[in-house]
C-alpha cells in the first residue's frame, strides 16, 4: 500500500500529472475538485453547496470535503495505494485524513510538491479557462482568491508533513514527460 499526495498551487499540473502516475504505480487517483465537479455536474445538495465556494474561488468547508473524500476512499478498499490530488488543503483535512488512514492500518507515505512561480501559473489558468468552461479558471480576481487559500491554509501543510519527514518538492516546470520523472524519482525511493 503506498498513499501519495499531490501538492500545489492550482494550474501546477496535479491532474496532468497524476494521469500518468496513476498508471504507473496503480493507484486510485481521488481529485476531491473533481468530484466537487461531478456533483456539480449531477446537481447534488453537495455540488450546489460546492459550487457557492469554488464559484468565488474559496474551499468548500473541511466537514463535507472530509466525509466526502472518505467515502471515495471507502468505495475501493483492494486498491495499491491512492494517489490524493487536491486534497488535503488544511490542517483540519491533514489531520483527519492521518486519523482517517491510521483507523485502516495505513498511512500517507510521501507529499510530493509541484512548484511553479504564481504569475507562470496564472496566465497557464486563464490560458486553461478557454477551454474548460470552469468559471473559477476565467477570472483573475477568483484565481488570486484561490492563491490566497493556498498561501494561507494549504502552504502551512508543508510544514506538517515536513516534520514527518515525508515533504518533498519538484520543479514543476518543464515538459511533461520531464516532471513525470522528477515525481516518479521520489516515488521511487518509498519501497
Ligand atoms: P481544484 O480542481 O483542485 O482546483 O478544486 C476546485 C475547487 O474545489 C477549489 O477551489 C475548492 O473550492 C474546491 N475544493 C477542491 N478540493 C478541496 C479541498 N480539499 N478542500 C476544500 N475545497 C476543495
Same mark, same amino acid.
Given at each position: 500500500m503506498i498513499n501519495i #499526495? @499531490? !501538492?500545489?498551487?492550482?494550474?501546477? *499540473?496535479?491532474?496532468?500529472?497524476?494521469? =500518468?502516475?496513476?498508471e504507473k504505480y496503480s493507484l486510485? &487517483?481521488?481529485?476531491?475538485?473533481?468530484? =466537487?465537479? !461531478?456533483h456539480k455536474s449531477n446537481n447534488t445538495e453537495?455540488?450546489?453547496?460546492?459550487?457557492?465556494?469554488?464559484?468565488?474561488?474559496? @474551499?468548500?468547508?473541511?466537514? #463535507?470535503?472530509?466525509?466526502?473524500l472518505q467515502d471515495e476512499v471507502e468505495r475501493d478498499p483492494d486498491t495499491k495505494g491512492f494517489l490524493f490530488?487536491? =486534497?488535503? $488543503?488544511?490542517?483540519?483535512?491533514?489531520?483527519a485524513l492521518d486519523v482517517f488512514l491510521w483507523s485502516k492500518g495505513w498511512k500517507v507515505d510521501a507529499t510530493v510538491a509541484l512548484e511553479a512561480d504564481d504569475e507562470v501559473l496564472i496566465? $497557464?489558468? @486563464?490560458? $486553461?479557462?478557454?477551454t474548460s468552461g470552469r468559471p473559477d479558471d476565467q477570472d483573475e480576481d477568483k484565481i488570486r482568491v484561490r492563491y490566497q487559500e493556498y498561501n494561507e491554509k494549504t502552504a502551512p501543510l508543508m510544514d506538517y508533513y515536513a516534520k514527518?519527514?515525508? =515533504? &518533498?518538492? #519538484?520543479?514543476?516546470? *518543464?515538459?511533461?514527460?520531464?516532471?513525470? &520523472?522528477r515525481l516518479s524519482s521520489v516515488i521511487d525511493t518509498l519501497n
Open positions: #499526495v @499531490l !501538492f500545489g498551487k492550482p494550474g501546477a *499540473g496535479k491532474g496532468t500529472q497524476a494521469e =500518468f502516475l496513476k486510485k &487517483h481521488i481529485s476531491t475538485g473533481d468530484l =466537487f465537479r !461531478f453537495l455540488g450546489q453547496l460546492a459550487q457557492s465556494y469554488a464559484d468565488k474561488g474559496m @474551499l468548500v468547508p473541511d466537514d #463535507v470535503t472530509i466525509k466526502m490530488d487536491g =486534497f488535503p $488543503r488544511t490542517k483540519a483535512q491533514a489531520e496566465k $497557464r489558468l @486563464l490560458e $486553461r479557462g478557454k514527518q519527514g515525508k =515533504f &518533498h518538492s #519538484v520543479d514543476g516546470i *518543464g515538459d511533461i514527460a520531464q516532471i513525470t &520523472h
